[in-house]
């Protein structure tokens, strides 16, 4: 049994709306307008809630959420190979390794 409170939740300002949007990473299609942070914040949860059980009633797969999921902390990403040339040149010249340039890059980003 998935706990529905246990999914990536955000709440953000929408301009065009003129409310707040809340947000849950694992189900994109979703979102809960509302003029406070917390009533969106809880009306989607509490949708979130819902359509968890209309999935688990119909048979359907629920997402696992992301805060449970294990992680290596690898991943591979391919790039052109003059990319790949300049982050080898760039770590050269630092003296660090090409994961520690890439890692340290993403870290500012």
Known sequence: MVDHKHYTYRVTWSDDDEEYVALCAEFPSLSYLAP?????????????GEIIEDMQANGEQVPEPIAERRFSGKFQVRIPPAQHRALAIQAAEQGVSINRLVSAKLTVA
């Open 36 to 48: 406070k942070q917390t009533a969106a914040l809880k009306g989607m949860i509490d949708l979130v």
